[in-house]
């Protein structure tokens, strides 16, 4: 069974770094392209970034370019979502979400919420 | 950036009603389409791919189509548990969009 497990709910004040994981298994997770999506309170999905484990191949969305930095450590199955300096508006749910092939999300971590707040 | 525009942006049916949800590409994407739900609280799911294609274990009350600029997402009879967020996303070029999204409610 494909999952994709991330890590757990953040708070952190502006200006912190912040570096959330989203862990693969149940296939070959150096084959897929892993992407990141936000959602901010009550609003739509936003793809941020993709990035592919096998030849760290990575695409920013013009929005998010410069903003975030995504990786990945093909040896433990993870990809990264990360920020040297949040702000408040960051505050949202971050989403992972795997692609066999087409950018299609095929599958999807359960999300991790991320506060930033004085 | 290709920009993806979901009408309407609410809806409010009722059980049994056939519902159509429309996504318009701001330049042709041919098939490179795809249709999520989202419930509260809830990742989404994908549905549909390829414009037509339904993803295995999708009912077969879910159905689209459309190519280039124009796409739709059909639920022919909605259930209980279709009350949801749909989403489209376009997957003509690396730089991936989504549509604002399609909140359909109980009436």
């Known amino acids: 069974e494909v999952q994709l497990v991330q890590s757990g709910a953040e708070v952190k004040k502006p200006g912190e770094s912040l570096k959330i994981s989203c862990k693969g298994s149940g296939y070959s997770f150096t084959s897929y392209w892993i992407g990141w999506v936000r959602q901010m309170p009550g609003k739509g999905l936003e793809w941020m970034g993709i990035?592919?484990?096998?030849?760290?191949?990575?695409r920013y969305s013009p929005s998010f370019q410069g903003q975030v930095t995504i990786s990945a450590d093909k040896s433990i199955s993870t990809a990264y979502l990360q920020w040297s300096s949040l702000k408040a508006s960051d505050t949202a749910m971050y989403y992972c979400?795997?692609?066999?092939?087409?950018?299609?999300?095929?599958?999807w971590g359960q999300g991790t919420l991320v506060t930033v707040s004085s | 950036d290709i920009q993806l525009t979901q009408s309407p942006s609410f809806l409010s049916a009722s059980v049994g009603d056939r519902v159509t949800i429309t996504c318009r590409a701001s330049?042709?994407?041919?098939?490179?389409l795809a249709w999520y739900q989202q419930k509260p609280g809830k990742a989404p799911k994908l549905l549909i791919y390829a414009a037509s294609t339904l993803q295995s274990g999708v009912p077969s009350r879910f159905s689209g189509s459309g190519s280039g600029t124009e796409f739709t997402l059909t639920i022919s009879s909605l259930q209980p548990e279709d009350f949801a967020t749909y989403y489209c996303q376009q997957l003509n070029s690396y730089l991936l969009t989504f549509g604002g999204g399609t909140k359909v409610e109980i009436k």
């Open positions: 330049q042709g994407i041919s098939s490179y």
């Open positions: 979400a795997a692609s066999g092939g087409s950018f299609v999300f095929d599958y």
């Open positions: 990035i592919y484990p096998g030849d760290s191949d990575t």
